[in-house]
């Protein structure tokens, strides 16, 4: 069975609602994100005008990677997801970092939610809270034999955030 799914190119709101300012900043790419009204395999977002949205990633130390978000409707809450494979272990700790600090000037509260070892590797997360939003962090520091990644979930309506990343 074929299945095809036609996609139109939707806008985002403006201006930029954090969470997503965010999400175009550490996407590393100037280009805006494909918007669709469906799901990345045509499923129902479950409102005539949520949003599911992915930009590349890319920058140093980086393989093909995307970040996503799916926006309940303008104005309305939206939650980021971002996934990313390093080439270098440590370009992941240090893409990670830089999101710290960045929350930290911002006035964000971080805290340790997640540290633990696992056949794949140690794995490190924090949360951050503030300012209307709620960011969690977390990167793979692989075991050999395993790949490096940054994981990151934000949302914009800090009480609805599950412990996604962080246990």
């Known amino acids: 069975m ?26 590393g790419s100037a280009a805006p994100p494909r918007c669709q009204r469906r799901g990345e395999s045509g499923q129902d977002l479950g409102s005539p005008l949520a949003m599911y949205c992915v930009w590349n990633a890319a920058g140093p130390g980086m393989e093909a990677g995307k970040l996503v978000a799916t926006i309940s409707s303008p104005g309305g809450p939206t939650l980021v997801q971002w996934e990313v494979p390093f080439v270098e272990p440590l370009r992941a700790k240090s893409m ?25 590797g140690r794995f490190l ?38 412990p996604v990343l962080c246990q």
């Open 2 to 27: 074929l299945v095809v799914i036609i996609l139109a190119q939707l806008s985002l709101p403006t201006p930029l609602p954090p969470v997503l300012e965010l999400a175009q900043g550490f996407s």
């Open 125 to 162: 997360a924090v949360q951050w809270r503030g300012q209307g939003l709620a960011v969690q962090v977390g990167h793979l520091v692989p075991s050999a034999g395993y790949q490096a990644k940054l994981l990151v979930v934000a949302t914009d309506t800090p009480s609805t955030i599950r």
């Open 96 to 120: 990670a970092d830089s999101l710290g600090r960045y929350l930290e000037r911002h006035g964000f509260q971080p805290k340790t939610c997640g540290d633990g070892d696992f056949p794949v």
